[in-house]
C-alpha cells in the first residue's frame, strides 16, 4: 500500500469512528433529557436531540474531549413548546437546561 491508501483508509477508519461516537453521544443525551423531563413532569417532544454545537475542550484531567451540545423541545401541557439542552463531555452529561417554562406563564 502507498501513503495515499494508507492516508484514506485512516481517514475513513477515523471518520466511522466519529459517526459511531457521535451516535453514541446522541442517544446519552435523548436518555437525560427523557429522565429529566419524566422527572419534571413534561413531555419530551419528539423524543429527540437535535446537535448544536461541537468542540474541543480540556476535561477534569487535562485531556482534549468533544464536547456536544444538543437541543430539544419540551411542554408542560402539550400545547406549549419549550428549548431546553443538555451539554455532554464525552458521554456524561455535564450541563442539561430545562429552565425555559418556569416564569414564562401568561396570565389572563
Same mark, same amino acid.
Do not use: I
Given at each position: 500500500?502507498?501513503?495515499?491508501?494508507?492516508?484514506?483508509?485512516?481517514?475513513?477508519?477515523?471518520?466511522?469512528?466519529?459517526?459511531?461516537?457521535?451516535?453514541?453521544?446522541?442517544?446519552?443525551?435523548?436518555?437525560?433529557?427523557?429522565?429529566?423531563?419524566? @422527572?419534571?413532569?413534561?413531555?419530551?417532544?419528539?423524543?429527540?436531540?437535535?446537535?448544536?454545537?461541537?468542540?474541543?475542550?480540556?476535561?477534569?484531567?487535562?485531556?482534549?474531549?468533544?464536547?456536544?451540545?444538543?437541543?430539544?423541545?419540551?411542554?408542560?401541557?402539550?400545547?406549549?413548546?419549550? @428549548?431546553?439542552?443538555?451539554?455532554?463531555?464525552? @458521554?456524561?452529561?455535564?450541563?442539561?437546561?430545562?429552565?425555559?417554562?418556569?416564569?414564562? @406563564?401568561?396570565?389572563?
Amino acid at each position: 500500500m502507498e501513503f495515499p491508501e494508507v492516508f484514506a483508509l485512516a481517514l475513513l477508519c477515523l471518520l466511522a469512528w466519529f459517526w459511531l461516537d457521535s451516535l453514541k453521544a446522541r442517544e446519552a443525551g435523548v436518555a437525560a433529557a427523557s429522565q429529566a423531563c419524566l @422527572r419534571e413532569g413534561l413531555q419530551l417532544l419528539d423524543e429527540t436531540v437535535a446537535g448544536r454545537g461541537l468542540r474541543l475542550v480540556r476535561n477534569d484531567e487535562g485531556r482534549m474531549a468533544l464536547q456536544r451540545v444538543f437541543e430539544f423541545e419540551y411542554s408542560e401541557s402539550g400545547y406549549d413548546r419549550f @428549548r431546553g439542552s443538555v451539554t455532554l463531555l464525552g @458521554r456524561e452529561v455535564t450541563v442539561l437546561e430545562l429552565t425555559a417554562h418556569r416564569g414564562l @406563564r401568561l396570565v389572563q
